[in-house]
């Protein structure tokens, strides 16, 4: 069964503050890594990584996919207070019966909350 | 450009009804994903559906089931509803055989008592 881990569940900081989310995963016939970032409602869509060793930027967020060691970190730097939400990792990846049939696998989240 | 769109917002519910939530997906996509997604965890996959035909089915028993029609809207239906089956349902869509990121709708509270 594809499995997803994300670490810390939970992370506290200061506004200004640099923060390193970590996902991890074990899953069979993978495509890609996606960043999602959930405040209230509608997780919206971070990053989607696809092959290893590449940076992703957008502003002050980066991430970064290791496909050897199987996990991903997003980098957060200069962190403000309306970066506070839950961030989710997922996974995706293919049915086990082939086709062009995908599927997001996502770990628990980490919530992140930034104090001004 | 619409985005993906879900409705009702919220639902009260009581154990061993039913419930139907739908979702229309964003413009130009024909894949719709649904994701349960209780408190404090991560999205959990139901269901996928493309071409009107369910294409692949997470750990969820038969009283979840499924519709997509033509448009590419789809219905989500759970039957006997259960107090455990109170979360947060999302849709999402995407374009098949397409390596994009699925978007996911507002989703529906649904509240069972």
């Known amino acids: 069964e594809d499995k997803v881990v994300q670490s810390p569940l939970s992370l506290v900081v200061h506004e200004g503050d640099t923060v390193t989310l970590n996902c991890s995963y074990e899953?069979?016939?993978?495509?890609?890594l996606l960043w999602y970032k959930q405040e209230k409602k509608a997780p919206t869509f971070l990053f989607m990584l696809t092959s290893s060793g590449i940076e992703k930027k957008s502003g002050r967020l980066s991430s970064i996919l290791d496909k050897k060691e199987l996990f991903s970190i997003l980098n957060i730097t200069a962190t403000q207070t309306g970066d506070s939400a839950i961030y989710l990792c997922a996974v995706e990846a293919r049915h086990p019966q082939g086709g062009s049939n995908y599927k997001l696998t996502f770990g628990k989240g980490t919530l992140l909350t930034v104090n001004p | 450009d619409a985005g993906v769109t879900q409705s009702p917002t919220h639902l009260i519910k009581t154990r061993g009804q039913q419930v139907t939530l739908r979702c229309s997906p964003k413009?130009?996509?024909?894949?719709v994903s649904w994701y349960q997604q209780a408190l404090g965890q991560g999205p959990q996959f139901i269901f996928q559906y493309y071409e009107e035909e369910e294409r692949q089915r997470g750990n969820f028993p038969d009283r979840f089931s499924g519709h997509q029609f033509p448009n590419y809207s789809s219905e989500l239906n759970v039957n006997a509803l259960l107090l455990g089956d109170s979360a947060l349902y999302l849709c999402?869509?995407?374009?098949?055989?397409?390596?994009?990121?699925?978007?996911f709708g507002d989703g529906t509270r649904l509240s069972i008592l």
């Open positions: 999402a869509s995407s374009l098949a055989n397409r390596p994009q990121p699925q978007h």
């Open positions: 413009s130009g996509h024909d894949t």
């Open positions: 899953v069979t016939n993978f495509r890609s």
